[in-house]
């Protein structure tokens, strides 16, 4: 009874049990005045009691029974809403076995040819995949939800959900139970798909060689050859729908829809081969440059985004097409060899204006590639002796060493004014003031000079290069003297010190650099030689060079010559005519004996184009050589790397050596594939 009694008092309310202290309180109070009232007021504390009690009861009973009401309509809501639920629903098992589908989801799906239980358990293994890499597993995770989209053959979902922990006592793994409702969003994606398919490009379209072709054709059928060009270049326009304006004698603007330049890339740019098909006799084939973008929030960013990727087309070399969408290049074309302007004005014109740099710099900071060659410290030093011209203080930074480099920088520096010239990588940082010149020789990719730091660190910066343009450019440079026709770098310093108009007296070591350069990069004055790569040799010829000397700086010893000779021997014939062989041998002269095996297998007869890979720490260097029929840069650039059409390069890291071969077969396939569709 007393306990009952306990139970009984403790289930009244706080604010019941006050209200009975304060009246036995004056009951009491009132017994103390009188005696006599004592048994009357018990008992009548005693039915206030009962009364307090019998009421909450009361009151609980009629509570109870109006959760249970509402209970049990809210689960026959819910219960509603699952079953005539409008978006298709299942109920499934992380284990796999599906608990419960919606009569939506059985119409939705019935009539598909599909298994939409292989759809579920794919799901479910998405979730269970993320419940296990969650951070809160660790932590025993109880509930979750589900966001993913999926495509069932031609339809696409928005699969929402939430899943929660199974309790089975008989489960021997964590087990999850989850709801998935199918919102189908294939409608809305193909609004936004036609939104994003008329969204505009601007392009810009030039004729490469419009002035050499005004020049050099006779003035009767001048007007008939432009007005065909023109033609072809209006009838493409017209054939995907867009708006193409003459800006220019040589340059069209075009505006076009997304989803139709979608179909251009999908002809391969075929207007590209159909101007190179006009018949013009006695003079270069006519090209086309073409740069589109959808790079930008109007129309104005697009158009100077436009202008950018131009650049890029001209400065690979022309006959090509270059589309920047969604921050992406795609290329198209390019397969010809770059044709040589023969107009001596832009060399004046940089060599003017880099004069004026340099007399208004501090002091001035030449650099060149990773792993630098005798071209890139050839046109440093040709450049070094300008600055010294001019008065003002110069330092070449260079931390290359290995063959091909050690001898020459070892002659060098026994000289007096080159001992202290060549600087490392710390000294170059801890030398540049507020007003410093950075000079660039040889490569205008920013991942690939000697010290990118030094890119973001000065704010003058001057490049000077003769490769195919790649997306990975220096942007802020002031001048750049890039000229994708030259042989070499040293080609266009020689030109720059030769218009200079300065009396520049060059020494023995930088002639023998710069003349040293021309002869790498053209193989002997061989490959990718023109006009003015002759003029460049012979006003070098006139300062004195001493061609054996340099010849000496190109020999080999006997056993680079072994190594060399065991690579060639063991090459192999990929696609009729393209020779691949491999260095294994971890030598951190891997790249320079790698290049030297790749021109010894062009020597061989039926051999067109060759490759050879090597090897220096977790790097692997692949040297790209051909005789001008395979564009050994396009494959090579799929890799990541560039050059010329027939000399180029690039570096993997972290792959096999045979990984590394087989991605480059992969490559050469892909290049052939591209050419036969």
Not at 239 to 254: A, E, G, M
Not at 302 to 330: C, F, H, N, P
């Amino acid at each position: 009874m007393p306990n009952n009694n306990s139970k009984n008092w403790d289930s009244l309310i706080s604010r019941t049990k006050i209200y009975l202290i304060i009246i036995a309180l004056l009951l009491v109070t009132i017994c103390i005045l009188n005696f006599r009232l004592i048994l009357p007021s018990i008992i009548i504390y005693a039915l206030i009691i009962w009364y307090t009690l019998w009421t909450n009861k009361k009151r609980k009973a009629e509570l109870s029974k109006q959760l249970k009401d509402l209970t049990l309509n809210v689960n026959t809501t819910a219960k509603t809403t699952l079953i005539n639920s409008p978006f298709p629903l299942a109920i499934v098992e992380t284990n796999g076995n599906v608990i419960w589908k919606s009569e939506k989801f059985v119409t939705e799906f019935e009539n598909l040819d599909i298994n939409m239980n292989e759809y579920l358990s794919e799901i479910v293994r998405s979730i269970k995949l993320t419940i296990e890499n969650s951070d809160d597993n660790k932590q025993e995770k109880i509930r979750g939800t589900i966001d993913t989209n999926i495509k069932i053959e031609n339809k696409m979902y928005n699969v929402l959900g939430s899943y929660v922990k199974s309790h089975k006592m008989h489960q021997k793994e964590q087990e999850y139970t989850t709801i998935l409702y199918f919102i189908d969003e294939t409608y809305q994606k193909k609004l936004e798909q036609e939104q994003k398919d008329s969204d505009i490009c601007i392009g810009i379209i030039m004729i490469d060689n419009y002035e050499e072709i005004s020049q050099r054709i006779s003035s009767e059928i001048k007007p008939q050859l432009i007005a065909k060009m023109e033609k072809y270049i209006y009838d493409w326009a017209a054939k995907y729908n867009s708006l193409i304006v003459k800006s220019d004698r040589d340059t069209f603007f075009c505006i076009m829809e997304q989803k139709y330049l979608k179909e251009a890339e999908a002809d391969k740019f075929n207007i590209l081969d159909e101007v190179k098909d006009i018949d013009v006799p006695d003079i270069t084939q006519p090209t086309l440059s073409i740069g589109f973008s959808d790079d930008g929030s109007n129309n104005a960013e697009k158009a100077e985004s436009a202008r950018t990727v131009i650049d890029i087309a001209l400065g690979r070399g022309g006959d090509q097409a270059i589309v920047k969408m969604d921050g992406r290049y795609q290329f198209f074309g390019g397969r010809t060899q770059e044709v040589e302007k023969r107009t001596r004005v832009k060399a004046r014109i940089v060599s003017h204006a880099l004069k004026e740099l340099i007399n208004e710099a501090d002091n001035v900071i030449l650099m060149g590639h990773v792993n630098g060659d005798m071209d890139s410290i050839g046109s440093s030093l040709g450049l070094y002796r300008l600055v010294k011209t001019l008065g003002k203080d110069a330092k070449i930074v260079n931390e290359t060493t290995g063959i091909g480099l050690d001898n020459f920088l070892t002659e060098a520096k026994k000289t007096e004014e080159y001992a202290d010239c060549f600087i490392t990588k710390g000294e170059a940082l801890g030398s540049v003031k507020p007003n410093t010149l950075l000079i660039v020789t040889d490569t205008h990719k920013k991942s690939y000079v000697e010290v990118p730091e030094l890119l973001e660190k000065v704010n003058k910066i001057v490049v000077v290069d003769h490769h195919r343009r790649s997306t990975d450019y220096i942007e802020n440079a002031i001048l750049t003297f890039h000229e994708v026709y030259a042989s070499s770098a040293s080609e266009l310093v020689t030109e720059i010190l030769e218009y200079s108009q300065l009396d520049i007296e060059l020494t023995p070591i930088e002639v023998e650099a710069l003349y040293a350069g021309i002869m790498l990069d053209t193989k002997n004055f061989t490959f990718k030689t023109g006009v003015r790569t002759f003029e460049a040799a012979a006003y070098l010829r006139k300062c004195g060079v001493d061609i054996i000397k340099v010849k000496k700086w190109f020999q080999s010893d006997l056993h680079t010559y072994q190594i060399i000779s065991d690579i060639v021997s063991r090459s192999e014939i990929v696609n009729d005519s393209i020779a691949i062989s491999t260095y294994e041998n971890d030598d951190e002269n891997a790249n320079i004996i790698a290049a030297k095996a790749a021109d010894e297998l062009l020597t061989i007869g039926g051999i067109t184009a060759s490759f050879v890979l090597g090897k220096t720490g977790d790097k692997i260097y692949i040297s790209g050589r051909s005789i001008g029929g395979i564009n050994v840069q396009l494959i090579l650039e799929k890799l990541g790397g560039g050059g010329h059409i027939t000399l180029a390069g690039a570096q993997l890291e972290n792959i096999s050596i045979e990984d590394a071969k087989q991605e480059l077969i992969n490559r050469i396939n892909e290049y052939f594939y591209e050419i036969e569709n």
